[in-house]
């Protein structure tokens, strides 16, 4: 996929989550050779969130949010063990917002992903 189609699917996804009441924290923070799409807080439940966003043009490798996959969710577990490790001590969530790329845009946003 291309920069430019991510980084559009980033700033859709970071309206979706502002709009659904968190705030943005970091968009792309690295940790070693991993990458969160996203870092929000959500003062509602006082977490912190890592949101991964998938953006696909069509569904023919499937739904934008069947690429989180368990090797994914092992990555984004060891991003959130990261933020604390650098942050301390905090409620961590994982959130996935899923785009497809058709006119309007088809958002999925889930929240807890396991």
């Given at each position: 996929?291309?920069?430019?189609?991510?980084n559009?699917?980033?700033s859709l996804a970071c309206k979706v989550l502002t709009d659904a009441g968190l705030v943005i924290l970091e968009r792309n923070?690295?940790?070693g050779?991993?990458?969160?799409?996203?870092?929000a807080f959500d003062p509602a439940a006082g977490t912190t969130v890592i949101c991964e966003v998938k953006t696909r043009r069509s569904r023919v490798a499937g739904a934008p949010v069947e690429a989180v996959d368990h090797k994914?969710?092992?990555h984004l577990r060891a991003l959130a063990s990261e933020w604390i490790r650098r942050h301390g001590p905090t409620l961590m969530r994982i959130d996935v917002v899923g785009i497809d790329c058709v006119i309007p845009?088809?958002?999925t946003y889930i929240r807890g992903v396991q």
């Open positions: 996929m291309s920069g430019e189609i991510g559009a699917g980033e923070w690295r940790a050779h991993l990458e969160a799409d996203i870092v994914k969710m092992v845009p088809r958002v």
